[in-house]
């Protein structure tokens, strides 16, 4: 079992910036996959951006150029870099891995983005 927790999330202004973090633990292997993804209130969830065990990247086209995603594979964790955030930011944001068939999730971090 992978078990994910999301830290980082909160409440900041629009313009503003937070750090998030997803700690991966148990039985890990490689290579994977993770990603970042997000649902606001009455919408579905959908794909913030991705990122490859070697470094490959994918953004949703909503986020380019604002978010960054990284991962400390040492450390099993990964990140996203969130610049210039805007009040349609506002959602939970969730961690994922995926490897082969299996993908595990995390249970979420909040983002509110006020106007």
């Known amino acids: 079992q992978v078990q994910l927790v999301e830290s980082g999330g909160g409440l900041v202004q629009a313009g503003g910036s937070l750090r998030l973090s997803c700690a991966a633990s148990?039985?890990?292997?490689?290579?994977?996959?993770m990603g970042w993804y997000r649902q606001a209130p009455g919408k579905q969830r959908e794909l913030v951006a991705t990122i490859t065990y070697g470094g490959g990247i994918g953004y949703a086209d909503s986020v380019k150029g604002r978010f960054t995603v990284s991962r400390d594979n040492a450390k099993n964790t990964m990140y996203l870099q969130m610049n210039s955030l805007k009040p349609e930011d506002t959602a939970v944001y969730y961690c994922?891995?995926?490897?082969?068939?299996?993908?595990?999730w995390g249970q979420g971090t909040q983002v509110t983005v006020s106007s």
């Open positions: 148990g039985s890990i292997f490689n290579p994977n996959v």
């Open positions: 994922n891995l995926v490897y082969l068939a299996t993908i595990y």
